[in-house]
């Protein structure tokens, strides 16, 4: 079975998007459909190495961001070329894209795509993702034989979305446990992992934070906020300056993944204040060190973390958020208990079984 692997939205850099294609990509065989940085033509290509670039052409660039890359370029010409020259000696019998983004028009083969989220029809960043969500998502939706949900969560938005549930694969996101849990806290620091977009709730946060300054509460570490900054920015920081203690927090605009482990992993806990996520990363990222994890009573949370995360409720002010730092600080026992029940469920949603899986979908696809 020859699957292509539609490639044409990666864009190289940090985001959450493109370090999917980087974890997963090792594991599915066959040819890859992507943009030649420097032609700005479509290609295929058999090895694994990733455009380290974004392409040159400033319109083939926007289309990237705006996802309609496809657009720009003819993949089907790539197809024939490959064709021609023997690197494809048959045409795809399935073609699988990470992105939820079906190569339209194309013909002869099934497809799979993969729904992260559809965070914006409900949280929306933007009016170009607010529209890109309406307009294409559907179209995309369409035209694909098989969709992969990234948990239970997104299923059941796409299910009410008019998908049909027996369409959609469940594929949990996986991780790899590559260094020894941590097994003590060296700080009191708590960490998060979050853009300044609105469903992240980096305002939240802070009100957490300024609750946690003027209740009296014994809690002395730092907020640290690792995140790409963006319209939300300014607000932030006007909420900072009104902390009783400003310098408590941090807000960071990038970090290299080396530095991003080492925070990590000298942090007390890993917070996330999120209002709606497709899966939440960061909280695996924080398991697989052995650090425990203080999340939002949203249902995706639930789902995936129940056991091994504390939770918190949001719009209180604050108020349950500082009842769990509280209770981690008194029950001397319970940071070791979440942080080896954490490591527990990275060890069991490894990468190898999220490829397992992207592969079984895709063989039921060209089954169906």
């Known amino acids: 079975m020859t699957v292509l692997t539609n490639l044409l939205s990666y864009i190289p850099g940090a985001s959450g998007f493109s370090s999917y294609i980087r974890r997963v990509l090792p594991g599915i065989p066959g040819p890859r459909l992507l943009i030649d940085p420097e032609t700005n033509n479509c290609r295929c290509q058999l090895e694994n190495d990733l455009p380290q670039t974004a392409p040159t052409g400033r319109r083939l660039r926007l289309l990237q961001r705006l996802s309609l890359a496809q657009h720009g370029v003819d993949p089907r010409r790539a197809v024939d070329e490959a064709l021609r020259t023997g690197l494809l000696h048959d045409l795809p019998d399935v073609v699988y894209s990470p992105f939820c983004d079906a190569l339209l028009g194309w ?38 034989t098989r969709i992969i949900a990234i948990s239970q969560f997104v299923a059941d938005q796409l299910v009410s979305h008019g998908v049909r549930a027996n369409q959609v694969d469940i594929v949990l996101n996986g991780i790899a446990v590559e260094r020894s849990a941590v097994g003590t806290a060296t700080s009191e620091d708590i960490v998060i992992l979050a853009r300044h977009d609105r469903n992240k709730n980096v305002a939240g946060a802070i009100e957490a934070l300024n609750h946690l300054q003027t209740t009296g509460s014994a809690w002395r570490g730092r907020m640290i906020v690792v995140g790409r900054h963006g319209r939300q920015t300014d607000d932030l920081r006007r909420r900072q300056q009104l902390l009783p203690r400003p310098d408590a927090l941090v807000m960071v605009n990038h970090l290299s993944h080396d530095d991003l482990i080492e925070l990590i992993r000298g942090a007390w806990l890993l917070a996330s204040f999120s209002r709606m996520e497709g899966f939440d990363y960061p909280i695996m990222e924080a398991k697989a060190e052995g650090i425990p994890t203080l999340v939002s009573a949203i249902p995706v949370h639930r789902e995936l973390h129940h056991g091994s995360s ?29 942080g080896a029940a954490g490591r527990s469920l990275a060890v069991k949603l490894s990468l190898e079984r999220q490829q397992a899986q992207i592969r079984e979908a895709i063989d039921a696809c060209r089954q169906s």
């Open 107 to 144: 013909k002869g083969a099934p497809q799979v795509i993969t729904c992260h989220d559809l965070t914006p029809l409900y949280i929306s960043n933007s009016r170009k993702a607010t529209w890109r969500y309406r307009l294409w998502t559907p179209r995309h939706l369409k035209c694909a």
């Open 310 to 338: 504390l939770f918190f409720q949001l719009d209180d002010g604050g108020q349950s958020f500082a009842e769990a730092v509280e209770r981690l600080r008194v029950e001397q026992s319970l940071w070791g208990e979440l």
